[in-house]
């Protein structure tokens, strides 16, 4: 008979309370597993953005033009925008560096604030591309209304900023530890 022996995990346990749009809001959550999901999606999200990038980067003679010129929907609000935008020298390294820095900063958790702001951007932009018509369409995109792969990345990389995700096993923890950064408030905002 094989004895087991049961020995529960210890993990601190507190108590969010939040007034969120004007209701109180309050439970109890595990900071061992909350730090445990903001790593991991992290991670995922570096391996999005700098997987995106490389792709675009080894592939050479990628270019957006093509897309920004001929694929953007013929009723979507932003097309001249985007058009406009296909003839601009600085719109494909700006793509494909951008994500390819985003896609770093998020892996060894440097300003990820930052990073995630210009991530979140960015994925704004792409979704604002996919739109098949206006608000009074109800915002139609390819499969579905509103919502797309875009908003979830966009959302998921503001959580990260807000969480303040690149102090878990990331660069943001020791930056934020000099008197440099501690002093300056305003520096603060790009780390995290």
Do not use: C
Not at 27 to 52: D, H, K, N, P, T
Not at 89 to 104: E, K, N, R, T, Y
Not at 115 to 141: D, K, N, R, T, Y
């Amino acid at each position: 008979m094989v004895q087991m022996e049961v020995t529960k995990m210890s993990t601190k346990r507190r108590t969010l309370e939040a007034d969120l749009f004007g209701r109180e809001t309050d439970f109890e959550y595990s900071e061992q597993w909350i730090g445990y999901a903001l790593l991991g999606l992290r991670m995922v999200m570096a391996w999005v953005f700098l997987q995106a990038g490389l792709d675009k980067l080894f592939q050479g003679d990628w270019t957006a033009a093509g897309y920004l010129e001929f694929a953007i929907p013929a009723d979507n609000p932003f097309k001249s925008v985007f058009v406009d935008m296909a003839g601009m020298s600085f719109v494909d390294p700006l793509v494909v560096w951008g994500q390819i820095l985003i896609g770093l900063a998020l892996l060894v958790g440097v300003a990820v604030r930052f990073a995630a702001f210009w991530g979140a951007v960015q994925m704004i932009m792409f979704w604002m591309s996919h739109l098949e018509g206006g608000i009074m369409a109800g915002l139609p995109i390819e499969h579905g209304w509103v919502v797309s792969s875009h908003i979830v990345y966009a959302l998921l990389l503001f959580g990260l900023g807000a969480a303040g995700a690149g102090r878990i096993l990331g660069v943001d923890s020791y930056l934020e530890s000099l008197p440099a950064v501690r002093d300056n408030r305003w520096l603060r905002y790009f780390l995290g």
